[in-house]
């Protein structure tokens, strides 16, 4: 994979490195509150951690888990990356720790083949669809809007909507 | 793939054919009525159907939904592959069709080099449990005990505790 440097505001500030199978418990701790208490745990299985975690990557701080994001490359689809899962220590957001994450990720694409990347997120989270917009990424036209958003309806089961977004590397 | 021809009792009557992401709706409708009412469809996200399809199955029976098997390649580790998520229709099973899926999952590993299929079942799971040891999986010592079989605690989650299965091919 492609360690090349990324250049962020803050990142000489932080350990950023591959995931190992290891930081699964660590992460699987700080999701309810980072969260706000929603239990999103169960869309993170440890088999994500351990079969898919040289595309995943963790942020550090002296030690202390700050950010991570959860990727793959699309197995069945050659050109493809796809962004499962994301979160930032709610004490450090706004710094440009999703945008590296990201970038990280993006970075080791071009060297597996992959040209494409994919991600989703909840028409409610108006956070994350404006920082895929801001990440260059476009929303899909779907086969819905929600408040004026295009999205996806009953995308993982029904009534479980989902905004799509893809970027071209 | 490798498509080489399984023996098994019924497979005659049945199509089995792999994956597609259109199936994901239909095994998705399924699911509450196969589980006895419990919902295990968060489990299940479309990303699975989209980018692990080609090792994945589907068995049909007059066009109807008999059974699936959601299996992947690991990208972190070269020589495992992984069985996600596997179902049979209530109606059709004990006639090993569970055992014709999990085959055509064995029979694909060789030419993509892996030679360590894994899974996982909750403990509660009994039928599970011997199914898997009957198909010739090895259960992981791990770091606990119920009902006398070796479990991984928290595995997932706290209080999540799983039983582990290894099979070499």
Known sequence: ???????????????????????????????PNWWDGRDLRPLLP???????????????????????????LSQSIQDEAYIHFVGIHPDFRRKGLGKTLYRRFFNQCPNNGR????????????????????????IEPGDGQIDSIPVTLDYNC????????????
Request: glycine content about 4%; aromatic content about 10%; hydrophobic content about 40%.
């Open 115 to 138: 040209t494409l990347v994919r991600a989703c997120t909840s028409p409610i989270n108006k956070d994350s669809i404006e920082f895929h917009q801001r990440m260059g990424f476009q």
């Open 1 to 31: 994979m492609d360690q090349a440097k990324v250049h962020s505001v803050d990142e000489q500030d932080y350990n950023i490195r591959t995931a190992k199978s290891s930081d699964h418990p660590r992460i699987i701790s700080v999701m």
């Open 158 to 169: 029904p009534g479980d909507h989902k905004v799509l977004f893809m970027k071209w590397l």
């Open 46 to 72: 440890r088999l994500f951690l351990k079969h898919f975690c040289d595309t995943s990557f963790i942020i550090e701080k002296e030690n202390e888990l700050i950010g991570f994001l959860i990727g793959f």
